[in-house]
């Protein structure tokens, strides 16, 4: 493995296991077996570094999302729209020690938003995708007329988002699929056709 | 003003201006025109000092939603519900850098999961509150029989949270307003009678 993808491995650990706060550019090295000098050959500075493990080390939604537009027209509808919400929340559990920990930082928050503007990237494309998807289906006949995509998915994937952040914080029944499965019949009426 | 009360206002302010990771007692004493050890005699540990900001500097949504529960029965239900969103995209926009910064620390995320589990406290408890509203209005017949206000409250806070959420990291268009009332005129036919 070479030298920079084994510096984005030691940062992606040190930031879930010491949190963006206590990760250290020096421990990060030491993790990498490499000296800070060429850490910093690799990567211009701490926030670029954490920059480049948010854009190449965390999972995304993309994959959930596939899956979902490979089932345009197929299925049923409420149970492709449950197995997404559940593979958000789960994903988003998963990345919010990161993603949050931003939040800490306002030098790395503003690489961050740098970064997603120059590449027309973020967080909210995943939004955009759902509705994309319930577009699609929609030309199917599948989702209601009149209904509108954007909001139904800016619904549908902030609450799997907002509990995902509750999980972190409160102790919540472990029922994460029963929740996914409530916010789609909820949505169903205004929604599936 | 008292010693606790002028720590606590300056940790608020240099969580904010400098994010979680970026502030020290050290830094946070000075502002606060004192020692940082009578600091650590009110505090004892910078994450009991964050615990204590959250819990005590940190705007929560209790008054959106006292606003609301004062409207049970009168008026419009969507447009009640719509300037409830607006101002829960607004206070969570406010709140996220510092709520954020909680996940850069391990160690404040188990002090504050800690204060929540053993004050019942949290910030579900807003997506309680709004499901207690929907509730209430249920029962005057203003809420469809068929809709599940805990669902319906997940989806519409969880939409806000997420919102606030994007706009500290991508670009997006100045219509918080609009996107409120989309998320509550896409819930209606499911929520409203």
Redesign the interface.
């Given at each position: 493995m070479d030298t920079r993808e084994r510096i984005l491995d030691a940062a992606t650990r040190a930031m879930r296991?010491?949190?963006?706060?206590?990760a250290t550019t020096k421990e990060i090295a030491k993790a990498a077996d490499c000296s800070e000098a060429l850490l910093y050959k690799h990567f211009s500075s701490k926030e670029m570094l954490y920059n480049a493990v948010f854009r190449e080390r965390i999972p995304v939604l993309k994959e959930a999302s596939a899956r979902l537009h490979a089932n345009v027209g197929k299925g049923s509808l409420e149970e492709n729209l449950t197995a997404y919400a559940l593979a958000a929340v789960r994903l988003y559990k998963d990345v919010?020690?990161?993603?949050?920990?931003?939040?800490?930082?306002?030098?790395?928050?503003d690489v961050?938003?740098a970064s997603?503007?120059s590449t027309g990237s973020?967080?909210?494309q995943a939004?955009l995708a759902l509705a994309r998807f319930l577009r699609a289906e929609q030309r199917r006949g599948r989702v209601l007329a009149?209904?509108?995509p954007?909001?139904?998915a800016?619904?549908?994937?902030?609450?799997?988002?907002?509990?995902a952040?509750?999980e972190?914080?409160?102790?919540?029944p472990d029922d994460a699929d029963r929740?996914a499965a409530?916010?789609v019949?909820?949505?169903?009426?205004?929604?599936i056709a």
């Open positions: 296991d010491l949190g963006v706060a206590r919010l020690p990161l993603a949050g920990g931003m939040f800490a930082d306002p030098m790395l928050l961050m938003r997603f503007a973020g967080p909210h939004v009149r209904a509108d954007d909001a139904a800016a619904l549908l994937l902030g609450a799997c988002f907002q509990r952040f509750f972190h914080l409160v102790e919540l929740f409530d916010l019949s909820m949505l169903a009426p205004a929604l």
